[in-house]
Each structure stands twice: as C-alpha cells, then as structure tokens.
C-alpha cells in the first residue's frame, strides 16, 4: 500500500518559515517525481513545486522563496517555505507523480498552513 504521510505544517506570522515533509511508502521512491500541491479555501487545487530526476520545477507565485529537497535515504521530500505570504494559506499535500496528479494518483492527507498578516 503506497502512502504518502505530510508534516511540517502550522501558524505562521507573514514573512516567517516553515518546513513541511513528505514520508513515502509503499512505492520506489527513486523512481518517482515527487511534489506538493495546495488548496486555498474556494480556490482550485493548484501545482507548487516538483521533483524528478534531479529536476525541481516551481509555481511563479513560489519561485525565490520555496525549495523542494528529496532525501532518498529517507524517503522523505521536503518543503522550504521562506518568505511566507497570508496568499500562501492553504492546505498542502503530498502527490506523486508530478506536476500532475490525477485523482487516481497517489495522494497525502494533507497539512494546514496559515499565515497570519
């Protein structure tokens, strides 16, 4: 059974940090891009970074101020999140593959970030 298992979230003043995490199992976790997505209150679920094969890819809205980060021996990927916005507030998840990710694909229960102005 694959599982995707999201931690890291939390409260956060405008400007701060967090480190969000993504624990795999179940799956070859080399052999899979791995990223995040989020989902603001009546928005749409949208893309915010990717990993694969040594590439990493970003949502404008994020470039300069999140970095996604794989550790293999882990199986962990991480989330980076400097610079922090109150537009950042959603909840993330874990989704595998990416940048795309259907609801057949493989997904993590999901963890709140907000950030408070």
């Known amino acids: 059974e694959v599982q995707l298992v999201e931690s890291g979230g939390g409260l956060v003043q405008a400007g701060g940090s967090l480190r969000l995490s993504c624990v795999a199992s179940?799956?070859?976790?080399?052999?899979?891009?791995i990223g995040w997505f989020r989902q603001a209150p009546g928005e749409e679920r949208e893309g915010v970074s990717c990993s694969s094969d040594g590439d990493t890819h970003y949502a404008d809205s994020v470039k300069g101020r999140f970095t996604i980060s794989r550790d293999s021996a882990k199986n962990t990927v991480y989330l980076q999140m400097n610079s922090l916005k109150p537009e950042d507030t959603a909840v993330y998840y874990c989704a595998a593959p990416c940048p795309v990710a259907g609801p057949r694909d493989y997904w993590g229960q999901g963890t709140q970030v907000t950030v408070s102005s």
């Open positions: 179940g799956l070859p976790f080399d052999d899979y891009a």
